[in-house]
């Protein structure tokens, strides 16, 4: 064990609406496992009255209080580029962040939300048809779910969101990363619906605090696989209708596990178990 390894280890979580989060739980169970003294807290901007424009001021804050590193999650992750040093490729590749690394004065810049669906998505729906699909939501968490479902294979993608521009950008930025695939930007959702063989969730509605469903739920039929962002809660509106229609669903729970997994690493320099931090949230989540 290294001497940086035994000093107690503060990382944190930074977002808006984020109370109800597991992931410092997950972090914290970890490290006790691998006998770790690890401190995981939140700073919700919601309680704390505070926005994205206060991102240089809390990573600032941060440093100074000795954090190894801060996840970012909705509404931060794209904000919080100009305040980065530096970036992953796949950040960079992203324009989005959910990892930031405090080390020697430097603030870099990491995406392990991608890798977390993409794990999600091959223990969940292995044999999902990859022909097409729909996303909803070009923002960071969809620019995560858009690169991780392409670099799966993916042949053909449609993105909505009700910013265009945030739709066209992404598509845009995607599509010389996989030349194979076509990417669009789409303007008819119930076309593309009934093009497609699956549909990405990729927005914060169905959270506790934006309830509701993302698209009319008569869009959705038997063939289509359903794969959900939102994990609080775990089995929201949208999978439970999907379900009922005959779908096959994936939950959000996969991708927060196993992104938390990506960042346990870059946090500690340790290798996790991914497996035990699975069991650890279904236990949680039961």
Known sequence: MTETMLKPIRAGLIGAGIKASLTPAMHMREGAAQGLEYAYELIDLNETGMTSADLPALLADAEARGLCGLNITHPCKQDILPCLDALSAEARALGAVNTVVLRNGRRIGHNTDWWGFAESFRRGLADADLGSAVQLGAGGAGAATAY???SLGLRSLTVFDRERARADALAASLS??????????????????GDADGLIHATPTGMAKYPGLPLPVGLLQPRHWVAEIVYFPLQTDLLKLARERGCRTLDGGGMAVFQAVGAFELFTGRKPDADRM?????????
């Open 148 to 150: 991780s479902i392409l």
């Open 176 to 193: 010389p990363l996989f030349p194979q695939a076509r990417i669009s930007t789409g303007s008819d959702l119930a076309a593309a619906m």
């Open 278 to 286: 699975l069991a650890h949230f279904q236990a949680l989540t039961a």
